[in-house]
């Protein structure tokens, strides 16, 4: 019997990249997982796939309330869904602001909470959240950033207000993982996405960036029994990058 046995886990964005492979990582633990993305069915292989937008708390409402009528309750929620959309502050428009604020963070603040009705009534749940080593400043970011600081703080206040309800509420700051997402910021600056990433491994010092799969190995900690005395922290999965 795997640790996550019986467990219900939601994990937003899990149709690709850092979500899908949590929620591989997730199911090859015992629990049985939804899937929550625009496009949810975009993973062939998800067995629970729900359609939703996080930045429509009554969707997000709705789909919650789905998702514990089909899968018997909600025990995990992985806060993963985000998007990126940088530039300099002068050529930052309003748009790329709000949108990158309200998927990033509004998104984390609406899942959590119509999770949180479900874990408080029945004294128990996990919830882990996607910052950013952005989150401590990053070039061409401040949308991004700023919602991934965010994060941070809502983490540990989150932790405090759901603690007595023997709920563990943390966050990971994952560094530069190689998914569509990364991929996407080195087309966006003309480069190869290999190369890109042979430029980002130099300075860090593991030398290589990282893999959807050493995220998520995380995040199973986070939510497994082997971390029950662990909650409002942020842990940084950076190959020890500053
Ligand atoms: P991807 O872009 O590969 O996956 C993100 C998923 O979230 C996509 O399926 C996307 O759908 C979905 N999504 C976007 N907007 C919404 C929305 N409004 N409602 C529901 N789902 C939505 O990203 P990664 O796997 O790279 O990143 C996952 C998380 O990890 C993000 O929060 C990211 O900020 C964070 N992170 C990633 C790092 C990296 O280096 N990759 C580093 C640090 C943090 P669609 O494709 O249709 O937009």
Same mark, same amino acid.
């Given at each position: 019997? =795997?640790?996550?046995?019986?467990?219900?886990?939601?994990?937003?964005?899990?149709?690709?990249?850092?979500?899908? &492979?949590?929620?591989?990582?997730?199911?090859?633990?015992?629990?049985?997982?939804?899937?929550?993305?625009?496009? &949810?069915?975009?993973?062939?292989?998800?067995? %629970?796939?729900?359609?939703?937008?996080?930045?429509?708390?009554?969707?997000?409402? +709705?789909?919650?309330?789905?998702?514990?009528?089909?899968?018997?309750?909600?025990?995990?929620?992985?806060?993963?869904?985000?998007?990126?959309?940088?530039?300099?502050?002068?050529?930052?428009?309003?748009?790329?602001?709000?949108?990158?604020?309200?998927?990033?963070?509004?998104?984390?603040? %609406?899942?959590?909470?119509?999770?949180?009705?479900?874990?408080? &009534?029945?004294?128990?749940?996990?919830?882990?959240?996607?910052? =950013?080593?952005?989150?401590?400043?990053?070039?061409?970011?401040?949308? @991004?950033?700023?919602?991934?600081?965010?994060? *941070?703080?809502?983490?540990?206040?989150?932790?405090?207000?759901?603690?007595?309800?023997?709920?563990?509420?943390?966050?990971? &700051?994952?560094? @530069?993982?190689?998914?569509?997402?990364?991929?996407?910021?080195?087309?966006?600056?003309?480069?190869?996405? +290999?190369?890109?990433?042979?430029?980002?491994?130099?300075?860090?010092?593991? %030398?290589?960036?990282?893999?959807?799969?050493?995220?998520?190995?995380?995040?199973?900690?986070?939510?497994?029994?082997?971390?029950?005395?662990? =909650?409002? *922290?942020?842990? @940084?999965?950076?190959?020890?990058?500053?």
């Amino acid at each position: 019997m =795997s640790g996550l046995t019986g467990k219900v886990a939601v994990v937003t964005g899990g149709a690709q990249g850092i979500g899908a &492979a949590t929620v591989r990582r997730l199911e090859e633990e015992g629990a049985t997982v939804a899937v929550v993305d625009l496009d &949810a069915r975009k993973r062939s292989d998800a067995v %629970h796939a729900y359609d939703c937008d996080v930045t429509d708390l009554a969707a997000v409402e +709705e789909v919650f309330a789905r998702i514990v009528a089909d899968l018997g309750g909600l025990d995990i929620l992985v806060n993963n869904a985000g998007i990126t959309r940088d530039n300099l502050l002068f050529k930052m428009s309003k748009d790329d602001w709000d949108s990158v604020l309200s998927v990033n963070l509004s998104g984390v603040f %609406h899942c959590c909470k119509a999770a949180q009705k479900y874990m408080t &009534a029945q004294r128990s749940g996990k919830i882990v959240s996607l910052s =950013s080593r952005s989150a401590l400043g990053n070039r061409g970011q401040a949308n @991004y950033a700023a919602a991934k600081a965010g994060i *941070q703080a809502f983490t540990a206040t989150l932790a405090i207000e759901l603690g007595p309800f023997n709920v563990n509420v943390n966050a990971v &700051a994952p560094g @530069y993982i190689a998914t569509a997402m990364t991929a996407a910021t080195a087309a966006r600056v003309g480069a190869d996405p +290999e190369e890109h990433q042979r430029t980002a491994a130099e300075r860090i010092p593991l %030398h290589r960036v990282g893999r959807p799969e050493e995220v998520a190995s995380v995040i199973a900690f986070l939510v497994g029994d082997d971390a029950s005395y662990v =909650s409002g *922290q942020t842990l @940084y999965i950076n190959g020890g990058a500053r």
